[in-house]
């Protein structure tokens, strides 16, 4: 059984800082790209990130040069650290990620179950 599980939401003030972590675990041969999405109350799911297995990254426009993705090959491990803040970036954050689970051939995609980040004053 693989599991994603996300942590590091919370409550923080316009500016602040946040930092996310997306956990991987079970029976996991290979894990290709990993991705960010984030949804606001009342939008559709949208991107956030990206990074591959040799540490490409990808932002969408409005994060660029405030959020840096990161991961940990050895821990199964994602990161997301968030600077400068806005209120626009509220919303339930999920982590996605594309890998092969013992006994398949195949890559799948996996979500993890979210973590809130509200951002206000």
């Known amino acids: 059984q693989v599991q994603l599980v996300e942590s590091g939401g919370g409550l923080v003030q316009p500016g602040g800082s946040l930092k996310l972590s997306c956990a991987a675990s079970?029976?996991?041969?290979?894990?290709?790209?990993m991705h960010w999405y984030r949804q606001a109350p009342g939008m559709q799911r949208e991107f956030v990130a990206n990074i591959n297995s040799v540490g490409n990254t990808f932002y969408v426009d409005s994060v660029k040069g405030r959020f840096t993705i990161s991961r940990d090959n050895a821990k199964n491990t994602m990161y997301l650290q968030m600077n400068s803040l806005k209120p626009e970036d509220t919303g339930v954050y999920y982590c996605?990620?594309?890998?092969?689970?013992?006994?398949?051939?195949?890559?799948?995609?996996?979500w993890g179950q979210g973590t809130q980040v509200t951002v206000s004053s």
């Open positions: 996605n990620a594309d890998l092969m689970a013992s006994g398949s051939y195949y890559y799948t995609a996996y």
């Open positions: 079970g029976s996991i041969v290979k894990i290709s790209a």
